[in-house]
């Protein structure tokens, strides 16, 4: 417990310190971005990245998907085929809906996921348990 709670705190500090975040929509499915920071837990999540409730999530094997907080800068575009793709700051795709990736970052609740989005997590994307996860700028396919 102990260390979920200093988790927290160590990651409401350093998203905070890098200023504010939002929310990008593309045909009804939004993408959650986090306020930045330099440090990230170092968990992977890995699994297929999925659209949940109308927000982009990384179905992971077996359990529930989780609500994936994206950097700063990161959006969603169309695609080739008409697939919806996620894209970096430079804009250069990271993985389409369906794909699979590996996220460097690490899982939280939704209060923790609020702080870091300064609240802007949709309504309907609001679950609880560690069903969140705050992403990193690097992801491998």
């Known amino acids: ?5 200093a988790l927290a705190l160590f990651l409401v500090v350093t ?10 929509s593309l045909d009804g499915v939004t993408l959650i971005r986090h306020g930045g920071g330099d440090e990230y837990p170092s968990a992977l999540g890995i699994g297929v ?11 992971g094997d077996g359990g529930d998907p989780a609500f994936v907080l994206w950097p700063p800068g990161f959006d969603l575009q169309e ?6 793709h996620v894209v970096d700051g430079s804009g250069d795709p990271v993985g389409a809906i369906g794909d699979p990736v590996t996220l460097g970052g690490g899982y939280m609740e939704l209060e923790t996921a609020r702080s870091l989005t300064d609240h802007s997590v949709p309504t309907l994307c609001r679950v609880s348990g560690e069903r969140y996860f705050i992403a990193g700028s690097v992801v491998e396919p």
């Open 79 to 84: 695609g080739p085929g008409g697939l919806m």
């Open 1 to 5: 417990m102990r260390s979920r709670v």
């Open 49 to 59: 990245l999925a659209v949940t409730d109308g927000c982009v999530s990384l179905d």
């Open 15 to 24: 998203a905070c310190s890098a200023g504010g975040s939002d929310t990008v």
